[in-house]
């Protein structure tokens, strides 16, 4: 039996670093969202990016807060491609750890090493 894919949450601008914590404190397991379309490399390198710098830097601080947050096991990180050198980055809600010495703030707010 297939199942449908679950829609992810498609936010009407760029998500901010703020906003994706924020939905991985809310977020059930399987919870989908969009948090950047485009060519992710390429869009946080300044000598191909059509941002501006202010832009760029708030993506490059999303993406280093979404790898963050895979590595603490929180979500999945998954690219769907939409088109020729177009992808959508997608994060996949997983279940919050059961016994957890931090708060989920405080694993989402460390710095990443």
Known sequence: ?????????????????????????????????EYHRGFLVLDTFPLFSRLDDKA???LRKLANRTFHAAEQGLVH?????????????????????????ISLSALLLEEAA
């Open 1 to 33: 039996m297939k199942h449908a894919p679950i829609p992810a949450i498609q936010p009407d601008g760029p998500v901010t670093e703020i906003e994706f914590c924020a939905w991985v404190a809310q977020t059930l397991p399987g919870d989908r969202l």
């Open 56 to 58: 760029r830097d708030a």
């Open 77 to 101: 990180l998954v690219q769907e491609r939409v088109g020729p050198d177009c992808f959508a980055y997608i994060a996949v809600a997983r279940s919050k750890p059961k016994t957890v010495s």
